[in-house]
Each structure stands twice: as structure tokens, then as C-alpha cells.
């Protein structure tokens, strides 16, 4: 059964067929002169088509069971011990403490295709995974299989779909004017980092003083001065300088997630359109993705910068007066 209806108002529609060049999963095609859903179970429920209509005239309902879990008679996995949770909670006062961080950092786990879940439950309606991470900072802790997720760039990316043609050659990327042509699209493309397809069963994302599980990788939210510290505690006790890795392209998935666990160092990302278009965060926002063994040496590192340079830096200790 299709999890969503695809509602078009024919009153509105001038019949420009960009709802059905821009979904991304072959759901839209025309019948008698208007866009329908021939293939309605393949929608994810992305928003694509409605959110790319010049005249607002389609709206995507839910309409699935939002209670549906083929998981729910399997095993789950245990938890961390108590410790380590405590560990993981001071660790995140630390980092919070000391950078004045408005939201918390999200712990973020793949689920490997013969692991057992953590006992966490899956979200009500389908979300992108830059929608569950938003959730994650304010408080929530969230589990996806990827039939929960509408964004089907990310499920590919993190190994637990095959990418959809149009995504595969970059088609969908020149549409939205985001390349210029179909060469930069398949450069891109070819570029980007991706898991195996069906090496991932589902992604789990949670404050980090909250996590149930051994994150691969903490993604910390930030302003650009909060994630300049964030550098210099990480070499602080080294001098070490880092390369970053940073397109502007799918930013969360990729540049904060993937780069730290395949090269198990921190990365830098500044957003991309899609998890700015879909969340809440401002222009003076940006990401940063640090291998969890690194945390430690975060929070001592922060600790020491704030006991001078963070404050002598904050309160602007060069500017001369102003008379």
C-alpha cells in the first residue's frame, strides 16, 4: 500500500511537467494532459514535485500506517553501559559549556545490514535525515529505516538503497539549476562518497548525553567562530592543521557524516541546499562532523582555551577604545 496521495488541482496546473522532471523516483508521468502518480508506492514522500510547482497546485498527504514496523518482534540490541552514557553526557556539557552551543550534538550511527537495532523508536511520518538531525539537537532520538526516510539521495548515499537514475547521472541536479550542465552533475556525482548499496539498515541519530548506542560520528551545530574553537581544540595540543572537505553538496550526509567515519577525521561543512531548504537552520549556521574518539580531546582542549583565549577573543581585547 502507497504511504502517500499525490492531490493536483487541475484548476491551477498549466501543465508544465516540472513535478514529473523533478521527482526523483519515476512516481509522476502524464495521463490525459496532467501529471499523475502512476507509481504511487514507489513515493517517498520528498515533496519534490510540490515544493518545484510554479503554481502550488500538488499537495503530498500521508496516508500510510504510521504504525508500521517489520521490526517489531526483532531483537534489539542492548544498550551502552551506564558509564560510558555518563562519559557521553559530560562530554557533551563540556563542549556545550564551553562554546555557548545553542543546540546539543547529535550523536549519529549507521546501522550495519546484519546488526541488531537499538530500541529506539522510528518517527511517525517519513523525514529527511537533515529533518531527524534537527530533531536530534533539540532533544529527540530517532531511528530510520530507509522506507522512514524521504530523502532517497540520502538512503543511497548511506548504503541502504540503490540511487535513483535521475540522482545516478546528476539529471536532477542541472534541473534545479544547482550545476550547469549534465558534465558538472556527473562530476559531482562521481565525486561524492557513498556507502555500499544494502551495507546500511537504518540510520540513528540522538543527543549525544542521550545515545544508546556507540556513535561513528558527532555532528556539532555552530556558528563559524564556535567551529574555529572547535579547530583549535583539536589542535591544541598538537599545532596539527586540518583539511576539510566542502561542496556545498549534500553537506549533512555526506561532508558532516560519511568524510569523519571513512577517514576518522573531523570535517567541515557549510550546508547545502536541501538541509537548509528543509530545516531550521539560519545563514550564520554551519556543521561540523568529528570522529567520536576525538571528543575527548575536544572537551579538554575547549577547556583550556577557555580559560583565557576564548573570553580575551570574545570580548574583542585588541580593539582600541572607543572615546
Known sequence: MADYKFIHSQDRCVQCGLCIDFCPCYVLDWVDGYPAAVNPDACVGCTTCSGNCPQRAITIEAIGNASFNPFVDEERSEGIPKEKSDEYAKLERIIMEKLDLRWKPVAVSLI???????????????????????????????????????????TSIFGMTDVPKKLATGEIYVLFHKVVSAEAAAQMVAERPTLPANSRRATYVAPLSKTVRDPEVVVITGTPEQMMWLCMSM????????????????SMCVEAVLYPIMTDQPNITFGCYGCRAASDIGEDMMFMGIPTELLPTVASGLTELAKKAIPDSRNKIYVPPIM
Do not use: W
Open 112 to 154: 550495519e545490514k546484519d546488526e541488531l537495532l537499538p530500541d529506539v523508536l522510528m518517527p511517525p511520518e517519513n523525514l529527511r535525515f537533515c529533518q531527524a538531525m534537527m530533531a536530534a539537537r533539540r532533544g529527540a532520538s530517532i531511528l530510520m529505516p530507509p522506507f522512514r526516510h524521504s530523502c532517497p539521495d540520502g
Open 235 to 250: 589542535s591544541y595540543y598538537t599545532g596539527h592543521r586540518f583539511d576539510f572537505h566542502a561542496s556545498g553538496f549534500n
